[in-house]
């Protein structure tokens, strides 16, 4: 819900020019329509207090968003966070859709997972090609998103007791996040099998 600020983020990061800025274009509608068909299905369903929701949300926008990655900005920064970032949002989605016990919400969010791979494929593949042309500058970016990643919505209200809610109910965890995204991502990278790594 905090896509303005998401949206200057990436496009400080990569550009609002020629391909760039249409792929930051088109990122940012799709995410807008993940975030109203979530939040229009919550409050069709009353599955959340709408009031409660709002507010929240209001002070997550109005706090904004600031990159995890601190002063380590740039493309190979912004890149591989995403990466990581994307696959996560994937991962938390689609587990998110299976304990719903809606088949409504779990396909709604079926779909949602499905346009995030693609993202996280984009940048995955963008990343991989910035590995073979700037191993070390790269390598160096990657190190440091693995290491202190975090996911954008850090700062919202209630994040920590949310995330432990997430955890009991096996929607998202240390554990999926090493198995079911750093691991995969650096396999298909081939990161420790590059001569850069050893």
């Not at 998103?145 to 009991?168: C, E, W």
Request: aromatic content about 10%.
């Amino acid at each position: 819900d905090n896509l303005p600020s998401y949206h200057r983020e990436i496009a400080e990061n990569f550009s609002r020019d020629g391909a760039w800025g249409t792929w930051v274009g088109r990122w940012t509608a799709e995410e807008n329509r993940h975030g109203i068909v979530m939040r229009d299905y919550l409050v069709v369903t009353r599955g959340v207090d709408p009031v409660a929701l709002e507010q929240a949300r209001m002070i997550h926008m109005t706090n904004g968003f600031a990159s995890p990655i601190g002063s380590h900005s740039g493309l190979l920064h912004s890149v591989s966070y995403v990466t990581f970032q994307e696959l996560a949002t994937r991962v938390s989605h689609r587990n998110t859709g299976k304990v719903c016990d809606d088949p409504i919400a779990d396909r709604m969010l079926q779909r949602i997972a499905a346009d995030e791979n693609l993202h996280m494929m984009f940048y995955r593949n963008i990343c991989g090609a910035a590995l073979d042309i700037a191993p070390d500058q790269t390598l160096e970016a990657v190190s440091h998103i693995v290491t202190n990643f975090q996911m954008p919505g850090a700062g919202m209200p209630n994040f920590r007791r949310n995330g432990v809610l997430m955890a009991k109910h096996g929607i998202y965890d240390l554990r999926q996040h090493l198995e079911d995204v750093v691991w995969p991502v650096l396999r298909k990278w081939r990161i420790f099998e590059r001569e850069d790594f050893t």
